[in-house]
Structure formats: structure tokens, C-alpha cells
């Protein structure tokens, strides 16, 4: 049963630190999603893949984000410096031409 | 741009059928979406739409009228494990499968 993974599952940080998060999609899936979760706002999507190459970040703000996919296998979102308002749930999901399967999310907590 | 619309919050009881609508607002569309999440866990696909009227999977049913921007997910035999939020995207246009997701509806099922 192919899954998407995320890792780590829960983090928590001191504001200013650098956090980066991973993702590895169902492989054979080409386009790759990073949303970001909050009670207030719901489900935002920050970026996304296609090929491993970006087609749109314009969810994410640009002075700290940063989203990369080095290999196909693997998909990184890091925040450098994190801030208290990016304590959320960050969700990396994976499709082909339909359907999006997501993973079970990083927990984030920046203190 | 896209605008997605479903109510907060529907409770409803153990055996009952329930109607979860959306109202969506769109530049260009390509198929809406249901998805469920449980509390504390990732969005799970439930259905997809891309043409007018009904899709039926077993006691989930979803059904789409482009010409009225509208959308309804039907619960039928609620169980207690039916308590989650609901959510509806709309997909965009395009090459991508990129979906805008509205903020979800809560559901509680009740004894």
C-alpha cells in the first residue's frame, strides 16, 4: 500500500532556528504539493511540483520559504528563520493526473 | 481566481442521511473534489467530479452542477466514524492538478 511520508512528525523550535521538513511522494507520482494547515485559514497551498520542477510558489512567503525537490524521491520545505506564526500543520501530498494523496503531515510549533 | 464555499459546522445522527453542500466561484474549472479528514490526521480523497450529476461509492455519493457552480456530498447510514471535516476543492484549469480547497465543513454524528 504506497504512501506518501513526511518526516519529522511533530517538531518544535525556538523562533530564528532553520526547520526543514521532508517529503517522499508515491513513487511514479509526478507532481508534488506542499500545503500548509492552520484553524484559522484551513488548507493553503504553498507550492508545487511537476517533473521535480516548480511551477507555482506563490502561496509562500519568499523571504523565508523554500521549497526544493532534489530528486524525485524526495521533496524539502524549509523555513530560515522560522517565526511564531508558522506554527501550523504542514501536509506534502503527491498525484499523477487526478487524485492527490497526502501524507501525514508535520506538526510545527515555533516557540 | 476561485472562491469555495461550505457551511462550518453540521451535526446529525447515528443511521441518517446527510447533505454537505458547496458553492464554488471559478476562472476556470476541472473537476471538484471531496476529501475527509479525521481530527489529527491528513485529508483523505472521498470522491471527484468532473462532469454533471451523480457519482455513487457506496454510502458516499457526490454530485456536480457546473452550470450552477454547486456540489453536494450525500452520507448515508451515518456512523459515528463519519465524524470528521469534510472538505471541497476545485481544481483549476491547466496542465496541473492543482486544487484550491475551501475550509472544510465539521460534521458530528450524534448517538
Known amino acids: 500500500d504506497a504512501r506518501v511520508t513526511q518526516t519529522p512528525r511533530h517538531k518544535v523550535t525556538e523562533m530564528g532556528q532553520e526547520v526543514t521538513m521532508r517529503c517522499q511522494p508515491i513513487?511514479?507520482?509526478?507532481?508534488v504539493f506542499w500545503y500548509r494547515q492552520t484553524m484559522m485559514q484551513g488548507l493553503e497551498l504553498l507550492a508545487y511540483?511537476?517533473?521535480?520542477?516548480?511551477?507555482?510558489d506563490s502561496g509562500m512567503p519568499k523571504d523565508r520559504f523554500s521549497a526544493e525537490m532534489p530528486d524525485a524521491t524526495l521533496a524539502t520545505l524549509k523555513i530560515q528563520p522560522s517565526e511564531p506564526r508558522d506554527s501550523a500543520v504542514y501536509f506534502c501530498?503527491?498525484?499523477?493526473?487526478?487524485?492527490?494523496?497526502f501524507g501525514p503531515g508535520t506538526r510545527l510549533t515555533v516557540l | 481566481g476561485q472562491n469555495i464555499d461550505q457551511p462550518t459546522e453540521m451535526t446529525a445522527t447515528e443511521g441518517a442521511i446527510v447533505q454537505i453542500n458547496c458553492t464554488y466561484q471559478t476562472s476556470g474549472f476541472n473537476g471538484l473534489f471531496w476529501y475527509q479528514q479525521h481530527a489529527g490526521e491528513a485529508p483523505t480523497f472521498l470522491s471527484y467530479?468532473?462532469?454533471?450529476g451523480l457519482e455513487e461509492k457506496g454510502r458516499f455519493s457526490s454530485f456536480l452542477s457546473r452550470s450552477k457552480g454547486y456540489s453536494y456530498l450525500l452520507l448515508k447510514e451515518l456512523q459515528m466514524k463519519d465524524s470528521a471535516s469534510y472538505l471541497c476543492a476545485v481544481r483549476e484549469r491547466g496542465a496541473t492538478n492543482k486544487l484550491i480547497f475551501g475550509t472544510g465543513t465539521l460534521l458530528a454524528v450524534q448517538p
Open positions: 513513487l511514479g507520482h509526478n507532481t
Open positions: 511540483f511537476r517533473n521535480r520542477a516548480p511551477l507555482d
Open positions: 501530498a503527491s498525484g499523477r493526473t487526478d487524485t492527490q494523496y
Open positions: 467530479n468532473v462532469l454533471d
